[in-house]
């Protein structure tokens, strides 16, 4: 057994769990099924409002379209995020592997697949009405809205998978946590489109377009 691997079997705790998670493909996995999730409760919804209007096979192309597409926008800016947060880790001294990151990062992401996967149950359970079970449970409500406790649960994931990359302080791995999360906020505000603005015309969101989704509030 190399010194590595024993000294990550040495670290208990949530640092020492993301430490061993070092396959970039099961990261970006959990990524990639976190934004189709979030599409998807857009697909259930979008087709809804779309049932009573003719020209249904070319709306419904065009929903699954803009889905792939959506996920796939998702997808790209938690790369950049996760580059961003690499380059300024490397620059406060840290030292670690951009493979290895790239799976803590995607695992750090696990709160916000099982955010898509209550989206989806939302809009499942949305009633004509527009009103839907989940949304009178205060419990789940704070899971749903726009900067809730699963956004901040990744964040802090985020920053953990940041300490047992690179070797940072929590302070260190906090600024570079929240160099990509400044960066995208200023861009959203100045009012370039990326992914949450073109669904709810508000800041930033990673998964914007599912009723949960990594969002942060904008103006």
């Not at 790209?76 to 880790?89: C, D, E, P, R, Y």
């Not at 790239?102 to 916000?112: C, S, V």
């Not at 499942?124 to 205060?138: E, M, R």
């Amino acid at each position: 057994m190399s010194k590595t691997v024993e000294a990550t079997h040495g670290i208990s705790g949530i640092k020492g769990w993301l430490q061993r998670r070092t396959s970039p493909w099961k990261g970006i996995g959990i990524v990639v099924v976190a934004a189709l999730l979030s599409e998807t409760a857009v697909i259930i919804r979008s087709e809804r409002a779309a049932s009573g209007f003719s020209g249904g096979a070319t709306a419904g192309a065009v929903i699954y379209i803009t889905a792939v597409l959506g996920a796939v926008i998702s997808i790209i800016f938690w790369a950049i995020s996760t580059l961003l947060t690499h380059g300024t880790s490397r620059l406060l001294r840290g030292r670690g592997s951009l493979k290895h990151f790239f799976a803590r990062n995607g695992f750090a992401y696990l709160p916000i697949l099982l955010q898509g996967l209550l989206s989806i149950a939302d809009v499942s359970l949305t009633s004509g009405t527009g009103t839907s079970p989940l949304a009178s449970q205060p419990e789940l409500e704070m899971l749903l809205t726009q900067f809730n406790l699963l956004n901040l649960a990744a964040i802090v994931l985020s920053g953990i998978a940041v300490t047992a990359n690179y070797g940072l302080s929590r302070k260190r791995a906090a600024v570079a946590v929240l160099v990509p999360v400044v960066i995208f906020l200023a861009l959203g505000f100045l009012g370039i489109p990326l992914g949450g603005g073109r669904a709810a015309g508000r800041g930033f969101s990673l998964f914007p377009r599912g009723l949960g989704g990594f969002r942060f509030p904008g103006g």
